[in-house]
């Protein structure tokens, strides 16, 4: 069993940044490969960003076009995501996600509200 705990939601002004986390508890102290989608409301859940596995590099979906980086911070263990020049269209819940074992496991996901 695996929980996934995500931290860094709230409220951002359109054009600013925010940062989020994903780490794990659980059985594995591992978070495994981590990708971040999201779900606004009225809509389904997309792919937004996926951390780089052996020799693939991290991938983007195509409308990040170069604002978000997600990376692995192995002394904390924890995967990160900035999000950089945030539009009001991107406000939505912004979830972790992982495989492990055939089970996908995801996490309750922080509210990332872009408004002025």
């Known amino acids: 069993q695996v929980t996934l705990i995500e931290t860094g939601g709230g409220l951002v002004q359109p054009g600013g940044s925010l940062i989020l986390s994903c780490a794990a508890s659980g059985t594995t102290a591992s978070p495994g490969h981590i990708e971040w989608y999201r779900q606004a409301p009225g809509k389904q859940r997309e792919f937004v960003a996926g951390?780089?596995?052996?020799?693939?590099?991290?991938r983007y979906a195509d409308f990040v076009e170069g604002r978000f980086v997600i990376a692995r911070n192995h002394a904390e263990n924890r995967i990160y995501l900035r999000m950089n020049s945030l539009a009001p269209e991107e406000t939505a819940i912004y979830y972790c996600y992982t495989r492990l074992n055939g089970v996908n496991y995801w996490g309750l996901g922080p509210q990332v509200t872009v408004s002025s």
């Open positions: 951390e780089a596995r052996d020799s693939v590099f991290a």
